[in-house]
């Protein structure tokens, strides 16, 4: 069974930085796509970024390229989200996903991953 357990979350001036991980447990071999969604309220969750598990080949979405790095650790199985030069926008609670996928194909669509952790809340103050 895969989990995921997001940590990092908290308050933030607007132009400051956070950083977000996300520990993976479960996860039987090198073949998945990890990500982080983001779902603020009264809006649509949306697809921030993707970093594809064994080759590490990246995605992000338009509104946090420049600003948001995905990267991740194979040895302690945890994905980064380095969120710089945040906005108000930008909060919402976010959530660490995982699909089992093979090749360079990163998922955009929530309904294309099967994991989720329980979501952190990043909070930007004007």
């Known amino acids: 069974q895969v989990q995921l357990v997001e940590s990092g979350g908290g308050l933030v001036q607007a132009g400051g930085s956070l950083r977000l991980s996300c520990t993976a447990s479960?996860?039987?071999?090198?073949?998945?796509?990890m990500g982080w969604f983001r779902q603020a309220p009264g809006k649509e969750r949306e697809f921030v970024a993707g970093?594809?598990?064994?080759?590490?080949?990246?995605v992000s979405a338009d509104s946090v390229k420049g600003r948001f790095t995905i990267s991740r650790d194979i040895a302690k199985n945890t994905v980064y989200l380095q969120m710089n030069g945040l906005k108000s926008e930008d909060t919402a609670v976010y959530y660490c996903?995982?699909?089992?996928?093979?090749?360079?194909?990163?998922?955009?669509?929530?309904?294309?991953?099967?994991?989720w952790g329980q979501g952190t809340q990043v909070t930007v103050s004007s």
């Open positions: 996903v995982a699909d089992r996928r093979y090749g360079s194909y990163i998922p955009r669509r929530r309904d294309e991953y099967d994991y």
């Open positions: 479960g996860l039987p071999d090198i073949n998945y796509a």
């Open positions: 970093i594809t598990w064994s080759r590490g080949s990246t």
